[in-house]
């Protein structure tokens, strides 16, 4: 931010006193240039005031923030994170909100599926002239936050293994095709020029979302101790035909191995790219 903002901000929250002991969110906020940080450089000189929770980091495009890096802040312990891009249609790179768009869709799922609530993920569309917008936003979007509580993630051990879980979904081959692809399937359609339906398209990411989440958190379980699928299961709450079906893909694609069993209860362990088994 500029030096007017830095200091306007400061002045304008001189007079603002926390409890000691009080817990105060962290929020990162991750803001285009050329509107949403423009926007809160105004917010700073016109003295609009808002809460010193939010920690402005300033992006070239909003669609620069990938799934992966969100979650990957979430698992670090930030209570929340704001994205703010230019409004539909005004974006210096013409299309680069539209894929944000669909990519806060699916960070919103996985963080359900995680078990992180996804209110602790807003974006919005703050434009250069739009100072009074962002305090407002700031100020909304730190009491929801301060509802939520604290993030768990780090003093919850099934937590932080969802979440990593989610992460490592967020990087695979097909969510990240389907995210891309999702804005021109729907818009211009598929190779054979037919559009796909937004709900329909909707079901699929849904779906796929539910999968990926539950073969990474296989994974992520499996990676320090080999495990038997009625285990997976109850640990998953997964009915265990279903973990099955996704340890015989996993073992396809050479991602787990089966452990030597003991008894007839054969157990499952990940294999270690570069390493052992």
């Known amino acids: 931010m500029t030096e007017k ?9 001189a007079h603002e006193k926390k409890h000691e002991g009080e817990w105060e969110p962290k929020i990162i906020g991750f803001l285009c240039n050329w509107c949403s940080y423009a926007g809160a450089d105004l917010c700073g000189v016109s003295r609009y005031q808002y809460p010193t929770n939010i920690r402005p980091v300033r992006v ?12 990957d802040i979430f698992k670090a312990g930030a209570d929340g994170i704001l994205l703010g891009g230019c ?61 939520l509580g604290p993030n768990k993630v780090k003093k919850d051990e099934r937590l932080m ?14 969510l990240k095709a389907l995210v891309g692809k999702e804005l021109n399937l729907v ?12 709900e329909e398209i909707e079901k ?9 989440f539950e073969r990474s958190l ?6 320090t101790k080999a495990r038997s699928v009625k285990e997976l299961g109850e640990i998953m709450e997964v009915p265990t035909d279903k973990v099955l079906r996704h340890i015989v893909l996993l073992r396809q694609n050479s991602l787990i191995a089966m452990e030597h069993p003991e008894g007839f ?8 790219i570069g390493g052992e088994q």
């Not at 699929?204 to 990926?212: C, F, P, V």
């Not at 209860?265 to 270690?272: A, D, L, N, S």
């Open 87 to 147: 409004h539909i249609g005004d974006c210096h790179y013409i299309s680069g909100n539209y894929y944000t768009e669909k990519r806060v869709n699916l960070m919103k799922k996985l963080l359900k599926e995680s078990g992180i609530a996804p209110e602790r993920l807003r974006l919005e569309w703050v434009s250069a002239s739009e100072g009074e917008k962002f305090s407002k936003v700031v100020t909304e979007f730190t009491e929801t936050v301060k509802a």
């Open 187 to 198: 818009g211009k359609g598929n190779v054979y020029d037919n559009k796909l339906d937004p």
């Open 60 to 71: 070239m495009c909003s669609t620069r923030i990938s799934p992966h890096l969100v979650l």
């Open 218 to 223: 296989i994974l992520e379980l499996s990676r």
């Open 161 to 174: 293994s969802r979440v990593a879980a989610a992460d490592m979904a967020s990087e695979t081959f097909r």
């Open 5 to 13: 903002h830095h200091t306007a901000h400061h002045q304008t929250h």
């Open 204 to 212: 699929i990411i849904t779906e796929a979302t539910s999968d990926e």
């Open 265 to 272: 209860t054969p157990t499952y362990k990940t294999i270690e």
